[in-house]
């Protein structure tokens, strides 16, 4: 692996190199299936993330995002989005989880 990933997802990594291969391999088929751009495809896993209820793919895709130049208004702009469709304590809970990682 060339790179050491963080918490749980690194553990399966390592121990099972074939399965996070085959995952890696399909996440990168999915990611080149259409015309989405790196920061829209970035700016879509995040919100799925927030969807999801997943802090911890919520901290991975904001750490990612920052890493890739995106700006933290943007991200925090994601968050507020959610407070439609899955209300305020979901949003503001999502915020928290992109400001562990970006503030």
Do not use: F
């Not at 919520?58 to 991200?75: D, N, P, Q, T, W």
């Amino acid at each position: 692996m060339a790179k050491t990933l963080p918490g749980a997802a690194g553990d399966l990594a390592e121990q099972h190199p074939d399965v996070w291969a085959a995952y890696s391999a399909l996440g990168k088929a999915t990611s080149n299936s259409g015309p989405l751009t790196e920061r829209e495809r970035r700016l879509v896993k995040l919100a799925l993330a927030i969807g999801a209820s997943s802090e911890g793919a919520v901290h991975s895709h904001a750490r990612r995002a920052k890493s890739e130049g995106i700006e933290k208004a943007a991200l925090h702009q994601i968050a507020l989005l959610a407070i439609g469709p899955l209300g305020l304590p979901h949003a503001v809970a999502a915020k928290t989880w992109i400001e562990d990682v970006c503030d």
